[in-house]
């Protein structure tokens, strides 16, 4: 049977009749032979269904096929070696700076009493400050897989038109640097028409509901047909009522293809840009946890970007010299085998630390004042709660 004259007779403006079920299958298979019995109504077409296409062997239907990026050659790399300035004017808290820090925080906090901020006295402040190592990578990942859309007579740039790209051959427009971004892109060339996997090429497919009879049991009466001693006048003494899924019609149109039979297979191009980072905290190890670290907020004092940066030499600091070199090839090493490096940078950060010793009522105690903003971190505050209860 042609396929075409089927789908126009399914698709003419007909009174809505129930559908034999093995009717529906007959026709399935007379519209869709290449399709074994076993398959039935699949959810993702077969593979004998896509075409071979040079170059994206391997891609199907079922998920997305990696694709490995170019080789990554370190020799081919701008070598452009950072050295950072040895010395920066880095200004001490003052007294002063330190008690309106405390007194600021004891009255954020709630029953915090201010007494201890505005009473103490200062025994010493300890400078403890810290260099923060930070580096990006920005990095392409492609792959492949084949999806499908309606067709409705648009057009299909099919292999008629000359051979597919390679998927690293594509060209694509590089979004804002450092952010991550996805686009899904077809492959020129790889088009085709093929009939709906999900509905057999027919537009419709069978009500589960009903099982393509169009109706249902009736649940006024269970399927009985009659109420105690009375006929069910739902079901007109039946059992059986026009099933409200399909409206009694016994298939509901295709979602896949939108009722049109028919598909334009493609392979689509998966881009994935993503921003890689790491980060590394030298402190004086004075206890302070690197979750709070990451609250402070530093002063940069070096910025090193390139589409490859090399680790940083002879910074004052050596663990950031280490951190730099380690944290570089470990990128190298890791990123490179499944993307390609766009873009790298690398900062370095200067975070102002302060311990600060006071005595209070007799008593010894201290806190620290963290980063540019000297925010305070006291978990020994002498007075915490300042509640009176009646």
């Known amino acids: 049977m042609d396929r075409q004259p089927l789908l126009r007779n399914l698709e003419a403006d007909q009174p809505c009749q129930p559908l034999d079920p093995k009717l529906l299958a007959v ?27 040079t170059g994206y062997e391997g891609t199907t239907a079922d ?3 990696f694709v490995p990026p170019p080789v990554f050659s370190e020799a081919a790399a701008r070598r452009d070696e950072p050295h950072p300035q040895r010395a920066w004017s880095i200004p001490s808290i003052t007294e002063e700076t330190a008690r309106e820090a405390f007194i600021q925080y004891a009255s954020s906090a709630c029953c915090y009493s ?4 505005k009473e103490m006295v200062f025994l010493d402040l300890k400078p403890c400050n810290a260099f923060r190592y930070r580096l990006e990578s920005f990095t392409e990942s492609r792959s492949t ?28 427009e ?3 640097m450092f952010q991550d971004d996805i686009k899904n892109v077809p492959v020129p060339h790889t088009s085709s028409i093929k009939g709906c996997h999900a509905c057999m090429a027919m537009g419709k497919v069978a009500c589960t509901k009903c099982t393509a009879t169009g109706r249902v049991r009736c649940h006024i009466c269970s399927g009985r047909g009659y109420i105690l001693d009375d006929r069910c006048h739902p079901c007109h003494g039946t059992g059986l009522r026009g099933c409200t899924s399909c409206s009694g019609c016994g298939t509901k149109p295709c979602e896949t293809c939108e009722q049109s039979g028919q598909l334009m297979m493609y392979i689509q191009l998966t881009v994935k840009w993503k921003n890689n980072v790491n980060e590394y905290v030298a402190d004086r190890h004075i206890g302070l946890s690197l979750e709070l670290y990451k609250k402070m907020t530093g002063q940069n004092i070096f910025t090193d970007e390139q589409p490859m940066v090399w680790p940083i030499l002879a910074f004052p600091e050596i663990q950031i010299s280490q951190a730099s070199h380690k944290i570089i090839q470990e990128h190298r090493q890791q990123l490179t085998r499944t993307s390609l490096i766009i873009q790298q940078r690398q900062t370095i950060e200067f975070i102002p630390v302060t311990q600060v010793y006071y005595e209070w009522k007799g008593k010894e105690y201290h806190y620290f004042t963290c980063g540019i903003d000297n925010n305070v971190h006291a978990p020994d505050y002498p007075a915490k709660c300042c509640c009176t209860i009646l």
């Not at 399709?35 to 004998?48: L, N, T």
């Not at 201010?114 to 901020?117: D, H, V, Y």
């Not at 084949?146 to 067709?151: A, D, F, G, L, V």
Request: proline share 12%; hydrophobic share 40%; with cysteine.
């Open 27 to 53: 026709a399935a298979a007379q519209a869709y032979p290449e399709a074994s019995g076993a398959e039935g109504f699949a959810s993702a077409p077969s593979v004998h269904l896509l075409d071979n296409v």
């Open 63 to 65: 998920g997305e096929r």
């Open 114 to 117: 201010s007494k201890p901020a």
């Open 145 to 172: 897989e084949w999806t499908s859309m309606p067709y409705k007579g648009q057009f299909v740039d099919s292999c008629t038109y000359g051979p597919a790209p390679l998927p690293w051959e594509i060209l694509m």
């Open 174 to 176: 590089i979004p804002q």
